[in-house]
């Protein structure tokens, strides 16, 4: 689901997939916190991952709202997303029950007070589109930028340690990829140089996959 950002004990930190970004960068953002495990409902959670789960969900908001100069009086949507998996159009197509096919994943939605997008409106409900409209709804929106990513990441560690009490050994080393320059989890103990959306463009022996942060 998009593009991993940051993982800790909580779960991750993600970037919608660039084609389905729901709140535009300049009209607030967009980010996607996902528990640590994979549930269709967040009562399947057990208490301390629904715990590490929210401290992880308040400190991106928080985060969001430091570190975006577009959110300056604004305010952070959190929307419990995963209507469109259950589409009867939506893979694998027909009928779906959420149980079997939902994906509890929250969405944080910046909302800026100069927000131009007649979806995002200042003072208005968001307004989403039917199923089959969405990726020509989202099609002008752009995800938040690496610098963006970096420093709201930079902030929400420096809060689930502060404001949380987090443990540094319960939160996963990051790297600032030095293709894209977006920050990106240490997967496996073993840092690549280069995140996984821009592995595929990068042979093994090239001299950035081995790069450290």
């Known amino acids: 689901m998009g593009r991993k950002l940051f993982t800790c004990h909580g779960g991750h930190i993600a970037l919608p997939?660039?084609?389905?970004?729901?709140?535009?960068?300049?009209?607030?953002?967009?980010?996607?916190?996902?528990?640590?495990?994979?549930?269709?409902?967040?009562?399947?959670?057990?208490?301390?991952?629904?715990?590490?789960?929210s401290f992880?969900?308040?400190a991106t908001g928080k985060a969001m709202l430091d570190r975006l100069p577009q959110l300056e009086g604004g305010c952070i949507n959190y929307w419990d997303a995963g209507n469109w998996a259950l589409n009867d159009g939506a893979e694998p197509e027909g009928p779906k029950t959420a149980r079997e096919h939902?994906?509890?994943?929250?969405?944080?939605?910046?909302?800026s007070r100069t927000a131009v997008d007649p979806s995002w409106r200042w003072g208005e409900a968001p307004?989403?589109?039917?199923?089959?409209?969405?990726?020509?709804w989202a099609?002008?929106?752009?995800?938040?930028?690496?610098e963006e990513c970096l420093n709201i990441v930079a902030q929400a560690e420096a809060l689930l340690k502060a404001s949380y009490g987090m443990?540094?050994?319960?939160?996963?080393?990051?790297?600032?990829?030095?293709?894209c320059g977006y920050p990106s989890p240490i997967e496996?103990?073993?840092e690549q140089g280069v995140c996984a959306e821009c592995q595929p463009n990068f042979?093994?022996?090239?001299?950035?996959?081995?790069?450290s942060r």
């Open 188 to 190: 496996h103990g073993r």
């Open 56 to 58: 992880l969900v308040a």
């Open 139 to 146: 099609s002008e929106f752009e995800r938040l930028s690496a």
């Open 102 to 111: 939902r994906k509890v994943h929250l969405h944080l939605l910046g909302r």
């Open 127 to 136: 307004k989403f589109p039917d199923y089959v409209d969405r990726y020509c």
């Open 203 to 211: 042979p093994a022996d090239s001299p950035l996959t081995g790069l």
């Open 17 to 53: 997939d660039d084609a389905l970004v729901l709140v535009s960068r300049q009209d607030g953002g967009n980010l996607i916190v996902i528990p640590p495990r994979e549930v269709w409902e967040r009562s399947e959670l057990t208490s301390v991952e629904l715990m590490l789960w």
């Open 167 to 179: 443990d540094a050994s319960h939160i996963a080393p990051w790297f600032k990829c030095h293709a």
